[in-house]
Structures are given as C-alpha cells and as structure tokens.
C-alpha cells in the first residue's frame, strides 16, 4: 500500500472555512483521512464540512481568540494523528503607521493561538505518536515585502516554533513541519486583486515562471507532510512558489 495516504488517521485543521485551509480539509479526505475542522464563521463552515467525504469528520465552530471556545475545542477534540494550523490574516501597515494594537491583532491570531492550541493540546495528551504537525507560514517569513512588518515576522516566529516543536517531542515520534507558499488564488489574492492596479498585480504575477498557486498545491504538500511518506522529515519548511524567488523572469 502507498505510504503517501491517510486511512486511520485523525486530523484536526484550523482555518477550514475557506482558502488553502478548506482545500486541505478536503484533501485529507480525499485521501483516506479523517478530520475535524474549525474555524469561527460557521456558516462557512458548514459549506466546507457538507463536501467532506467520509462519514467520521466533525465540525467544531470556535473562535480561538476567545480562550473558552479554544479550551472547548481541545476538551472536544478526539486523539489526533496531525494538526494543520491554517487560521491566519494578511494586514499590511507602513512601519510609521504601526501600534501595539496592530502589533497584537496580527500576532494573536498568526502566532499567539497557535502557540496556546499546541500547548493545551500538548498538555492534555491529545497528540498521538508519531503524528505530524504542519503550519502554514509564507515566503514573506525570508522574503519580507513593503508594508509586511507585522505579516512577515508572525510567519518568522512560526517557522521558529515549527522548529522548537520538533525539538521537544521527536521523542514521541511527533514531526513538525512548515509550508511556504507564495502567492496562491485564494479569497486574499481576491481582496489583493480589488485593492491594487491590474498592472501591478498582472507585473507580479508575471514574475511566476509556473504561474501563482492554487489552494490544491498547498494541500497535496501538506498531505505528503501528514502521510508516512515524510517519516524521516521534521524541522523544515517547504517553499512553494512557482519558480517566484529563483528571480529569472
């Protein structure tokens, strides 16, 4: 049997209502795997949760600001075989426009829940052995853009704790991985699309020798890093970006 598939496995994935994070849901099932997602807009949700296949998924509405919803989650959550953390918002701010409060709003959501989901999970025992950790980070963690302060640095911080997670639990057989990606059509390239010129956006574009992404080439890579495919794989980060930083075109 290929080692590339999920049967028996559980996983949770946050960010499920739209984008990359509603692909990777479905991909999971698509390939044998069970899941349990959540994210805050229940209605979407549901539109996600009605085109899962498979009969043992479950939908859980939270918002993992609010610390009684996240505690209810982890309290509800069965035993986990993977995680994929794919809630996340694009904000960007010149750095003379700046505030704690903007510092907070992109932190709490891009790193601090994150890092709050784990440790409770962690702590009541949720993660089975060998399971497999992947979190959504971006080109903009190495590569950072105009306006990218806060963006750029939340992603730097989670492929550090991808990193740390690694470190401390390879003795369960636990791995912990990071995706890259760059720009992919989701709901935020559509906002990008409204906000900026077509010609500014059709020059960047054109910068792609493979084209910008698509929500499905985000999810195969991260069903790879949940499979036992990528056994021997922790502790890194998988660029994926059409041919984008080779800087050719």
């Given at each position: 049997?290929?080692p590339?598939h999920?049967?028996n496995?559980?996983i949770?994935v946050t960010?499920?209502?739209?984008?990359?994070?509603?692909?990777?849901a479905?991909s999971?099932?698509?390939?044998?795997?069970?899941?349990?997602?959540?994210a805050r807009?229940k209605?979407?949700l549901?539109?996600?949760?009605k085109?899962?296949k498979g009969?043992?998924?479950s939908?859980i509405t939270?918002d993992?600001l609010?610390?009684?919803d996240l505690s209810?989650l982890?309290?509800?959550?069965p035993?986990?075989?993977g995680?994929v953390?794919?809630?996340?918002?694009?904000k960007?701010?010149?750095?003379?426009f700046l505030?704690?409060?903007?510092?907070?709003?992109?932190f709490q959501?891009?790193?601090?829940?994150?890092?709050?989901?784990?440790a409770?999970?962690?702590?009541q025992?949720?993660?089975?052995?060998?399971?497999?950790?992947?979190?959504l980070?971006?080109?903009?963690?190495?590569h950072?853009?105009?306006?990218?302060?806060?963006?750029s640095?939340s992603?730097?911080a989670?492929?550090?704790l991808s990193?740390?997670?690694?470190?401390?639990?390879?003795p369960?057989?636990i791995r912990?991985?990071?995706?890259?990606p760059?720009?992919?059509?989701?709901?935020?390239?559509d906002?990008?699309e409204?906000?900026?010129s077509?010609e500014?956006?059709?020059e960047?574009v054109n910068?792609?020798?493979l084209?910008i992404?698509?929500?499905?080439d985000?999810a195969n890579a991260?069903?790879?890093l949940l499979?036992?495919?990528?056994k021997w794989?922790?502790?890194?980060?998988?660029t994926?970006?059409?041919?984008?930083?080779?800087?050719?075109?």
């Open positions: 049997m290929t590339f999920l049967h496995k559980t949770l960010g499920a209502s739209s984008g990359i994070g509603r692909q990777i479905l999971i099932c698509e390939m044998g795997g069970n899941v349990v997602i959540t807009d209605k979407r549901e539109e996600t949760f085109n899962l009969k043992n998924n939908s939270a993992l609010n610390q009684n209810a982890v309290n509800h959550i035993m986990l075989d995680i953390h794919c809630a996340g918002i694009v960007p701010f010149p750095v003379k505030s704690e409060e903007k510092i907070q709003e992109t959501t891009n790193y601090n829940i994150q890092v709050i989901l784990m409770q999970i962690t702590r025992k949720k993660i089975n052995k060998n399971a497999s950790i992947v979190f980070s971006s080109i903009s963690a190495t950072p853009h105009k306006g990218g302060a806060l963006y640095a992603k730097a989670i492929e550090s990193k740390v997670i690694a470190l401390e639990f390879y369960q057989g912990s991985n990071c995706l890259s760059a720009m992919v059509k989701t709901p935020m390239y906002y990008a409204k906000g900026a077509k500014t956006l059709d960047h910068k792609y020798p084209g992404g698509s929500p499905a985000v991260a069903v790879f499979s036992d495919a990528s794989i922790t502790g890194i980060t998988i994926l970006d059409g041919g984008f930083l080779l800087g050719g075109i």
